[in-house]
């Protein structure tokens, strides 16, 4: 147990938008909801997950929708209790924590401003270690964890309760009602006892996020040179060095599709790499060979600061760092692979851990 | 109170397809699963209003979508159930009765399946007095009377519960996940207590539906030309009669546009007759002058039967009678305009009542 303040916000946000890998949403807004929550409310309690009691009811909260829209509409700051009263009542349950359910992007964020409103501690725990684009795509789902009942409230004070048959079902119901409401919902959903986050969550994820911004960050004070530093702090596999030669981009249903060319700098002077996106980046090729593939996180950051870069930021001439980080052990199950996996996405390939794709460039 | 069998089905289904006004769907495929509930658990019981007490707990039940894909995907028997154990635990009441809440088109129907198989009693009794597209277009509306808590729930076993600001923000979410659903819900929404039932609803509108059937089945029993002993029991306006020259239709959103263009025959010979509509019909006019709009009921029959012609039932060369009927008094009032007339879907024009508009054609 300890407490998370504004300070400890920073580096949590920043490592956050590693964890992003391209996508989950820019973590600054919600780092100033967070921030506001916090000056107002005070520090929040952050509970190592075997600090949890297994019976604890627990409820993970999140936003769901297009991160963008959050610079346009603000959360109104009530949504959080209107969701934890929903689910209350509805289980006729107390709520004993929240946890994030999404720690890569946005998500990582609102958790924090919900806790400090709510004055509920928090569970350093997720359900993904990344972002990932739906609702079904949570270790949970692969331990049989439902979704539903899951609450869901806009800014306006319309909610909804669903219940349904598959966590696919819930994404398919909730994404329809968030369109319709205005892009951006807030949603409390995959509520379970603290045994079960004990034995799918992602444990540790919020420290981890806390460590990865830390590492970009101080990457120019360590031992060796700043690249080196930072890969070595981060456990990260370069994938890649260049310059973004072209970038095409196609919105198809409520997703993000893109890919972007580079053009090889330093070692990689004369080669050519791409990196293909939906929302989050999928599939990373150098030469036209793969080097990594979803569930593993591929990361674009600057190739000076180490700043992670989003997909929205990409743009032409940008000197940009790919890396590979490994996912979360789960992810690479085979029910994982069947969630989360490059055929899922309609990459016809195989998963092969990224160590195994990025032989020996492993710092 | 009275028992409604198989027989008595057939003229109301009849008499719905009149108040349908060209929308609602065709009650066909919703009589045959009320024949069918009928017949597994007996008759149902209906209630004349004024026997409901009025602290009774009643609970409106309707499909919500389009009533065309019934014929696809057929009503799985349980949903009825599903949805009444909704409501009962969210309000923690049990539910004391039934009623329809659209008596025109497939939902005059399907509230009696439902009433046979959970052994509920049917209000005499709807929102309407007829068909209409959207589901804030209801006479308790402007009782203000809010469509949620709402129920929903579809076949395949997902469900929702809504709770929203405003009726038109009922219709919005739940229209998405209908959509979503596959395109037809069954709902349970504007729960009241039997005093608001008798304050704002149509009272004995299936009594009505019966008559009208009857009026159409019996049209040529009578003492005058059939066509005359039809408009004296249905107390229609002759508003045209023509051959259907030409028919336009259009899908926009959820709703199908159209208009259809007749060539006077009999009395109207020479003459050009246009009737538009969204779902239902909404404006007839006659030589460029318009005789009857929304919120009255604009029904076509076939010229020699009186049966209904649905606006998907239009085709070139369809004989047909063009009658106006009453909608009910409160649909009359600025809020019920408002919510329900001609403006409201896009027509530059006041209303005006079509038994003003229609001078001296009243048989």
New interface residues.
Partial sequence: MRKIGIRELEDIALGASLLGSGGGGDPYIGKLIAVGAIKDRGEVTLLDPDEVKDDAFIAPIACMGAPTVLSEKAIGGNEYAVLTDMISRYYNKKIDALMPMEAGGVNSMLPFAAAARLGLPLIDVDGMGRAFPELQMVTFTIGGVSATPMALTDE??????????TNK?TE??A???T???GGMVSVILYCMDGKTVKNFGVKGIVTRSEKLGKSIREAKYGPLSPEENFLAACEGYKIFRGKITDIKREVRGAFNFGKAVFEGTGEFKGARGYVEFQNENLVASVEGEIRATTPDLICLVDAETFIPLPTDALKYGKRVLVIGLKCYDLWRSPEGIELVGPRYFGYDTDYIPVEQRVKGDHV
């Fill in positions: 306006k004070g319309n909610s909804a309760i669903f219940k349904t048959i079902w398919e119901l994404r329809a009602v369109m319709t409401c």
